[in-house]
């Protein structure tokens, strides 16, 4: 533990030395500018990707969201008038109302 | 190139206005370094990167993502310059953005502390206490305390900037920077008492 007070301490950490050499500066300049490039160079190549899963995510959401719709709009075909009767009674003699 | 390298970029201090935002070469260079003009993106980092280190390595305590940290820095930078209505105002956000870098380089940190895949990051930098120095007893402490309580702290306390220019650097209100740089301090004494 160190006995000085806060404050002292503080004062002593201003004053120490940056590690911050002309040749450090210029590496991290040099690092900055290729990265920057690099970012640049990959815009384009970034947008097209997104917009890519965009269009996939959009196209996959209709796919799923248009089989409800097609179900729904879909129509049941009714018997016509008579024929559940004519059903019910080729049931009747099979003997299948029976057995149910 | 030279001739805007502000003086106060030489040390630690308070986010004084630039003398050097007079010149009028330095609002044409703003106007290049928007344009993505490279040579003055140069001169700006020429101009500022230095004080810049000086901040970040007086929050951190040492140099181990100085470069990392301040690369980050100019490249935010160079991306958001369009904000920056006034050239006077650049180096106030460019303590901004190195603060936000550096809060996230710090919760990395105790976050693989925590996990104990980095033990180094809280341990001493000696392993011999004699051949310590009084500062690291300074940053054993800092390195205990969340990056919001930190950051504040040294910003003001080691940097020396005002409150509002420390809150704005932490992107805080003044009410907020207030009181966690008086919680850091009781906890910074707390831990330095003997």
Sequence with gaps: MSNRPTSSLASMARERQVPWEHQRA??????????????????????????????????????????????????????????????????????????? | MTAIVSPHGLGPGALAPEADCAVP???????????????????????????????????????????????????????????????????????????????????????RAFFGLLLRDHSAPSSNPKDREPVDFLYDALDKLSPDLRIPWALHHIEHLSLPETAEACEVSLATVKRRIVEADQRIQKRLAP
Aim: proline fraction near 3%.
């Design chain 1, 26 to 100: 210029e590496r991290v300049l040099s690092t900055a500018l290729r990265t920057r490039a690099s970012r640049a160079r990959q815009r384009p190549q970034r947008v097209a990707i997104a917009a890519s899963c965009l269009a996939l995510f959009v196209g996959v959401g209709f796919r799923f969201m248009s089989v409800p719709a097609a179900q729904a709009n879909a129509t049941i075909e009714q018997p016509a008038p008579g024929a559940t009767l004519e059903l019910a009674s080729a049931a009747y003699a099979d003997g299948g109302y029976a057995r149910d």
């Design chain 2, 25 to 111: 070469g330095v609002v044409a260079l703003f106007a290049r370094a928007r344009g993505g003009d490279k040579r003055a993106f140069t001169e700006l980092y020429t101009a500022h990167a230095r004080y810049i280190a000086g901040v970040v390595y007086r929050i951190a305590g040492n140099d181990r993502d100085l470069d990392d940290i301040v690369q980050e820095t100019f490249i935010d930078a160079i991306a958001g310059i369009a904000q920056i209505e006034e050239p006077r105002a650049l180096r106030a956000w460019l303590v901004t953005v190195a603060v936000r870098r550096t809060r996230r380089v710090l919760g990395i940190r105790r976050r």
